[in-house]
């Protein structure tokens, strides 16, 4: 399974309000730290509808996760830097650009 920054960061939140974080562990303080430096601060139903919709768009994880954590601003952008999403047409990945940069596609 792929996870995207966004979705890592919600895990280890839960963990922490949960209490069963170990902060001690050098490993897990650096994926924090990483996860709030580079996280877009989705929340957890705009993370469920990003995720939501690359599965039902039918984008391959391993380019959904991708996609999602670099957050190109056009197709052109996503296609040079995945180049596994020239497998689908630019109205999808559109779609999906959309829902990942906050603007709404309904």
């Known amino acids: 399974m792929y996870l995207s920054i966004a979705e890592m960061s919600l895990c280890l939140e839960m963990k922490e309000k949960d209490g069963i974080l ?3 562990n050098e490993l897990i303080e650096k994926v924090l730290n990483y ?3 580079f996280n877009n601060s989705y929340s957890e139903e705009h ?8 599965s039902r768009e039918g ?3 391993p380019e959904a996760t991708l996609l999602w954590n670099l957050s190109p601003s056009t197709v052109e952008e996503a296609q040079s830097l995945i180049p596994g999403l020239k497998d689908y047409h ?3 990945i559109i779609k999906v650009l959309k829902e990942i940069n906050g ?3 309904t």
């Open 47 to 54: 993370t469920q509808a990003i995720r939501t919709l690359l």
């Open 103 to 105: 603007v709404s596609t």
């Open 35 to 37: 996860t709030k430096q």
């Open 59 to 61: 984008i391959r994880e």
């Open 90 to 92: 630019d109205e999808t």
């Open 22 to 24: 170990d902060k001690n």
